[in-house]
T-cell receptor, first 112, second 112 residues
């Protein structure tokens, strides 16, 4: 079965609000985590990543939080914009393993 | 700029026919992957390769094969297409166990 999963399949957000997308993983050997954004008809695009020796990492308008104790990962998007409407995937791999395992994805819809 | 390209982008075929999806990357990555994407399942790993002449089965490898004769290409072959193989197929490549997995734009395959 899958080792990575998202808590909610859909998320509706008002434009300008902050979005939080959650992800749970089960593999205690997971060492590297990554978030992808996929727009309709396109391949997944990298958003941000985090190693297991960190608990927080920030990018432009995005923050990833990692809680290894409860095996939980979240992606926060600040001031959500219409262009943020997409499917978001979390993925992970173990140390020395080059293949990523993906969750099922959360569809984010931004309301004007 | 380095890139990863897939062809064809769209294909319709009949049950029982052999189909090959091409993947070509100019990143000079040793690690290449094929995923399929279906509604509700996210991205599932079909086959992967860590270098020339290396191939490995992923979680949904039945009915598929790959070959790696050079660094740049990892073609995916469906020996005898089945309707259950109707899906969107993504090729990806990566340099190591951390860092971005670069995706192609996808190949939509319909098996009638």
């Amino acid at each position: 079965g899958e080792s990575v999963g998202l808590h909610l399949p859909t998320l509706s957000v008002q434009e300008g609000d902050n979005s939080i997308i959650n992800c749970a993983y089960s593999n205690s050997a997971s060492d590297y985590f990554i978030w992808y954004k996929q727009e309709s008809g396109k391949g997944p695009q990298f958003i941000i990543d985090i190693r297991s020796n960190m608990d927080k990492r920030q990018g432009q308008r995005v923050t990833v939080l990692l809680n290894k104790t409860v095996k939980h990962l979240s992606l926060q998007i600040a001031a959500t914009q219409p262009g943020d409407s997409a499917v978001y995937f979390c993925a992970e791999n173990a140390r020395n393993d080059y293949k990523l395992s993906f969750g099922a994805g959360t569809t984010v819809t931004v309301r004007a | 700029d380095a890139e990863i390209t897939q062809s064809p982008r769209h294909k319709i075929t009949e049950t029982g026919r052999q189909v090959t999806l091409a993947c070509h990357q100019t990143w000079n990555h040793n690690n290449m992957f094929w995923y399929r994407q279906d509604l509700g399942h996210g991205l599932r790993l079909i086959h992967y390769s860590y270098g020339v002449h290396d191939t490995n089965k992923g979680e949904v490898s039945d009915g598929y094969s790959v070959s790696r004769s050079n660094t740049e290409d990892l073609p995916l072959t469906l020996e005898s297409a089945a309707s259950s193989q109707t899906s969107v197929y993504f090729c990806a490549s990566r340099s190591g166990g951390t860092g971005e997995l670069f995706f192609g734009e996808g190949s939509r395959l319909t098996v009638l």
